[in-house]
C-alpha cells in the first residue's frame, strides 16, 4: 500500500498559484472567502494541499473551466 505525504503550502505559495499577493490569501482567509489556516506559531500559517487544490477547483467549477489534478499542480 503506498503512503502519501501530507504536504502543506504557506501563503506566498498559493499566491503565485493563484495570482494574488500573500496578503489577499490571509484576508480572505478571515473573512471566511478562503479556507482556515493551520497555526503552527504565531506568525507562521499553513494550508493543506489537498484543501487549496479543492477550493480552486470549486472556483474553476464556477466558472466552467476543468478541475485540476494534484499532479498538475504540486
Known amino acids: 500500500m503506498r503512503e502519501v ?3 502543506y503550502l504557506r501563503a506566498k ?3 503565485v498559484m493563484i ?3 500573500r496578503q489577499t490569501i490571509h ?3 478571515y473573512n471566511g472567502s478562503f479556507p482556515k ?3 503552527l506559531c504565531a506568525r507562521c500559517s499553513v494550508w493543506p494541499s ?6 480552486i477547483n470549486e472556483h474553476r ?3 466552467g473551466l476543468s478541475e485540476l489534478s494534484a499532479d498538475s499542480v504540486f
Open 37 to 39: 489556516p493551520i497555526k
Open 13 to 15: 505559495e498559493i499566491a
Open 27 to 29: 484576508k480572505w482567509a
Open 5 to 7: 505525504k501530507q504536504i
Open 19 to 21: 495570482g494574488v499577493n
Open 50 to 55: 489537498e484543501v487549496v487544490l479543492t477550493w
Open 61 to 63: 467549477a464556477k466558472n
